[in-house]
Structure formats: C-alpha cells, structure tokens
T-cell receptor, first 115, second 117 residues
Framework: AQTVTQSQPEMSVQEAETVTLSCTYD???????LFWYKQPPSRQMILVIR??????QNATENRFSVNFQKAAKSFSLKISDSQLGDAAMYFC????????????FGTGTRLQVFP | GAVVSQHPSWVICKSGTSVKIECRSL??????MFWYRQFPKQSLMLMAT?????????EQGVEKDKFLINHASLTLSTLTVTSAHPEDSSFYIC?????????????FGPGTRLTVL
C-alpha cells in the first residue's frame, strides 16, 4: 500500500526568507503523480504544485519549487521569498497515474510566516 | 475553469435527522468524485470514491448505510449522512476530476461544516 509521510507537524519562516517542507512516500509503482496542496484558514484546498514521476525535471511554479528524488522517494517543497499569505496547512499527496485513483495525503505541515 | 461547489457550506441539525450535501462540478464533467472528512487540525480522510452511474466504493471502516453516496450525473454527487449523531460532526470535502483527462489533478470543493446537536 502506498503511504505518504510528512515529518514536520509545524514549521515557521520569516517573511522574505526561504523554507523547505519535507515529504517522503512509499510505492511500488513506477508511474505516479505527487502534489503539494495548501489549505488556508478558509479550508479551501488549493493545488500548489504537481510533479509527474516520469519527469526528471523538478516542477516549479513561481516562488514554489520541488526537489523530487525518485530513488529516495522524497518530494520536498521549497517556498522562496515567503509571504504572509503563505501561512497555511500544506499537504503532500500521492496519486497513481490515472486521475480516477484516489489521493493519498500526508498528515500535513502547518506553516507560520512571521513578519 | 474547474470550479467545484458544495451546498450547503454549513449545516446544523438535530441528532437522528438526515443531512444531504451536494457536490457539483460547475464547468466540467467529472468521471469520478471523492468524498473526504476532515477533523480539526488533521489531514483529509477519504471516505468513498463515487463514479457516475455506479455504486460508490467505500474506504475500510466507513459505514455504507450511514454515509449514502449517489452520483447521478457527470456533474453531481451527493452525500447523505443518515441518522446523524454528534460524532458525525465534521468538515466534509468533495473533489472531482476532469472526464477524459487522465493526467489532471483533482479539484476540490470549499467544504461543508456539519454540526450535529
């Protein structure tokens, strides 16, 4: 069975600084997707970034980038130039190749951003 | 595009009554919809996977007769909490995917807060 582990329950960062959130996963599949979702206080789940396992290049979306290490089954999220609006719960998620499959979420990391 | 709505956004009901929550994909057709439950400060727990025109697939430990799911069309799925009790109070979230786009991500609704008195 696939599992997703987020070992950092809480992280904090100062505004304009960089922070990295960790995520590891376990799977026997070769093709799959990994996601980082943000859940602000409104509780609306927002997709931050997506990585296809068959792509070696790390995904980037503006200030957000990932370090995808397939062999190590590691998928960390780096937030550069942190902003107050980045404060939220961040969930790492795994999904097998087809989007009819379910997402498997980690336990989440609460990110605080200090001015 | 890719908007998912949920109705109602919050509901308070008396113990023993049933509550229906709707999940709609507003601008796309969804092959599959998913229902999650989230307790405060916890992760999302998948309750069931709902496919249009077929029976939902429930996760282990989720009572099928308690949480009735109907996926009547490619844009609508409903979750009915039957004979609700205070322990059913939670935040319920649905998500939907794009029909015909195997690689696409799931899109989430804004959630429904259920409080059972």
């Amino acid at each position: 069975a696939q599992t997703v582990t987020q070992s950092q329950p809480e992280m904090s960062v100062q505004e304009a600084e960089t922070v990295t959130l960790s995520c590891t996963y376990d799977t026997s599949e070769s093709d799959y997707y990994l996601f980082w979702y943000k859940q602000p206080p409104s509780r609306q789940m927002i997709l931050v970034i997506r990585q296809e396992a068959y792509k070696q290049q790390n995904a980037t979306e503006n200030r957000f980038s990932v370090n995808f290490q397939k062999a190590a089954k590691s998928f960390s999220l780096k937030i550069s130039d942190s902003q107050l609006g980045d404060a939220a719960m961040y969930f790492c998620a795994y999904r097998r190749f087809y989007n009819t499959d379910k997402l498997i979420f980690g336990t989440g990391t609460r990110l605080q951003v200090f001015p | 595009g890719a908007v998912v709505s949920q109705h109602p956004s919050w509901v308070i009901c008396k113990s023993g009554t049933s509550v229906k929550i709707e999940c709609r994909s507003l601008d796309f057709q969804a092959t599959t919809m998913f229902w999650y439950r989230q307790f405060p400060k916890q992760s999302l727990m998948l309750m069931a996977t709902s496919n249009e025109g077929s029976k939902a697939t429930y996760e282990q430990g989720v009572e099928k007769d308690k949480f009735l799911i109907n996926h009547a069309s490619l844009t609508l799925s409903t979750l009915t909490v039957t004979s609700a009790h205070p322990e059913d109070s939670s935040f319920y979230i649905c998500s939907a995917n794009y029909f015909g786009r195997a690689e696409a991500e799931q899109f989430f609704g804004p959630g429904t807060r259920l409080t059972v008195l």
